[in-house]
C-alpha cells in the first residue's frame, strides 16, 4: 500500500521568502500525486496534480511541484510567499493496490507567512 | 455554483445519540467520500460509493453509516456516537473514480461528542 510523509507539520517563512514544502512517497509504480490546500475554515482544493506528462507541474497562485522519481519526492515550491498563502498543505498519492483507486493523504504541513 | 455541501457545519451532541450529517452535490459526479480529520493524522477515509447504492468500507468505517440512494447525495450517519468520533468531517466528490481525478471538497462539518 502506498504512504505519503511530509517532512513538518509546521513551516514558517518570511513574506516574499521562497516556500518549500516536501513530500516523499513509497510506491513501486509511478503514481499520481496531488497537492490541495486548506484555506481556515474551507474544504481542501486542488493546487495542482502530476499525472506523467511532466515532472513539473504548475498550479494554482503561483505553486509548483516537481516529480522525482529517484527520490520518491513531489515536493512544492513558491518563488515568494504571500500573507494569504497560509494554510495547512496537503500532498496525495494515488494508491495502485486497490480496485478504485483511492487515495491517500498525507499528514499536512501548516504554513505561516510572518510579515 | 459548482459546489459540495454539507450541513450542519457545526454541532455538539452527546453520546448515543443517533446524528446524520448531510452531503449534496451538484456536479453530477459518480465518485463521493467521507474523511475524518485529525490533527498530526490528516485525512483518513471513512465510506466512499462509486455510484447509486454502491457504497464500501474506507480505513476507519467502524461507527459509521453510509447509504446512496440518489447521485447527488451521500448522508454520514452516526447511529451511536462516541467521544472518540469527535473530529472535523469532510465529504468529496468527483467526476468518475481513477487515480488522477481531482476531489471537489464541501466546507467541513466538526462534530462534538460529549
Known amino acids: 500500500a502506498q504512504s505519503v510523509t511530509q517532512l513538518g507539520s509546521h513551516v514558517s517563512v518570511s513574506e516574499g521568502a521562497l516556500v518549500l514544502l516536501r513530500c516523499n512517497y513509497s510506491?513501486?509504480?509511478?503514481?499520481?500525486l496531488f497537492w490541495y490546500v486548506q484555506y481556515p475554515n474551507q474544504g481542501l482544493q486542488l493546487l495542482l496534480k502530476y499525472t506523467s506528462a511532466a515532472t513539473l507541474v504548475k498550479g494554482i497562485n503561483g505553486f509548483e511541484a516537481e516529480f522525482k522519481k529517484s527520490e520518491t519526492s513531489f515536493h512544492l515550491t513558491k518563488p515568494s510567499a504571500h500573507m494569504s498563502d497560509a494554510a495547512e498543505y496537503f500532498c496525495?498519492?494515488?494508491?495502485?493496490?486497490?480496485?478504485?483507486?483511492?487515495?491517500?493523504f498525507g499528514p499536512g504541513t501548516s504554513l505561516s507567512v510572518i510579515p | 455554483e459548482a459546489q459540495v455541501t454539507q450541513n450542519p457545519r457545526y454541532l455538539i451532541t452527546v453520546t448515543g445519540k443517533k446524528l446524520t450529517v448531510t452531503c449534496s452535490q451538484n456536479m453530477n459526479h459518480e465518485y463521493m467520500s467521507w474523511y475524518r480529520q485529525d490533527p498530526g493524522l490528516g485525512l483518513r477515509q471513512i465510506y466512499y460509493?462509486?455510484?447509486?447504492?454502491?457504497?464500501d468500507k474506507g480505513d476507519v468505517p467502524e461507527g459509521y453509516k453510509v447509504s446512496r440512494k440518489e447521485k447527488r447525495n451521500f448522508p454520514l450517519i452516526l447511529e451511536s456516537p462516541s467521544p472518540n468520533q469527535t473530529s472535523l468531517y469532510f465529504c468529496a466528490s468527483s467526476l468518475k473514480t481513477g487515480p488522477y481525478n481531482e476531489q471537489f471538497f464541501g466546507p467541513g462539518t466538526r462534530l462534538t461528542v460529549l
Open positions: 460509493s462509486m455510484n447509486v447504492e454502491v457504497t
Open positions: 496525495a498519492v494515488s494508491d495502485d493496490g486497490t480496485s478504485y483507486d483511492k487515495v491517500i
Open positions: 510506491s513501486s509504480v509511478p503514481p499520481y
